[in-house]
């Protein structure tokens, strides 16, 4: 089967950074996404690791262990304005014209001035 | 980047009508599109993946007679919602992968669908 884990809630404030972290159990792996979406929106693309390490785009870094089946979101310099779900995504399987992705429960992160 | 178009962004309906939503990837082409499904405060549940020209694979559980997905053309994909019931009300999102960029683990959302059936 496939599932993956992400705490349900994240609460931080303005300027600070936060952790968000991701494990899953897939019948494929061949990386990890992350996406953020506001209420009543679409989830937008943040960042994408297929190797083990650290991806830094701006104040969004993510990071994957393949071994450890881990992987996490850190945000930098919150703003109120990342106040969002955050989701981490396995993509599971390589078809000939496309890829399949399975998504976490979702992280609430609420950031407080 | 990539932008993609889905349409209506909100629709009312009574039961047992069909409704139709509509996904077009507006400046690439998508060989692939996903379409799912998401209720409130909760993730995506993948429904089911259409490929240009062939038929739409369903996830367990999702009923393709009920949900019908075609993919005419490498921009547009559909999503029909036949006979509606109040349960059917949800969320639904369209997603694309551009051919040119399959490998990047990025995915490109429609705005999002919000049915509500009477």
């Known amino acids: 089967g496939q599932s993956l884990e992400q705490p349900s809630e994240v609460t931080a404030v303005e300027g600070a950074i936060v952790q968000i972290n991701c494990t899953y159990q897939?019948?494929?792996?061949?990386?990890l996404s992350w996406y953020q979406q506001h209420d009543g929106g679409a989830p937008t693309f943040l960042s994408y690791n297929a190797l083990d390490g650290l991806e830094e785009t701006g104040r969004f870094s993510s990071f994957l262990s393949r071994s450890d089946s881990y992987g996490y979101l850190l945000l930098q310099e919150l703003q109120m304005k990342d106040s969002a779900s955050y989701f981490c995504?396995?993509?599971?399987?390589?078809?000939?014209?496309?890829?399949?992705?399975?998504f976490g429960p979702g992280t609430r992160l609420s950031v407080l001035p | 980047g990539a932008v993609v178009s889905q349409h209506p962004s909100r629709v009312i309906c009574k039961s047992g009508t069909s409704v139709k939503i509509e996904c077009r990837s507006l400046?690439?082409?998508?060989?692939?599109m996903f379409w799912y499904r998401q209720f409130p405060k909760q993730s995506l549940m993948l429904m089911a993946t259409?490929?240009?020209?062939?038929?739409?694979?369903?996830e367990q559980g999702v009923e393709k007679d009920k949900f019908l997905i075609n993919h005419a053309s490498l921009t547009l994909s559909t999503l029909t919602v036949t006979s509606a019931h109040p349960e059917d009300s949800s969320f639904y999102i369209c997603?694309?992968?551009?051919?040119?960029?399959?490998?990047?683990?990025?995915?490109?959302f429609g705005e999002g669908s919000r049915l509500t059936v009477l």
């Open positions: 897939t019948s494929g792996f061949y990386g």
């Open positions: 995504a396995v993509r599971d399987t390589d078809y000939n014209y496309g890829q399949n992705f399975v």
């Open positions: 259409s490929n240009e020209g062939s038929k739409a694979t369903y």
């Open positions: 997603s694309a992968q551009s051919s040119g960029r399959s490998n990047t683990g990025e995915l490109f």
């Open positions: 400046d690439f082409q998508a060989t692939t």
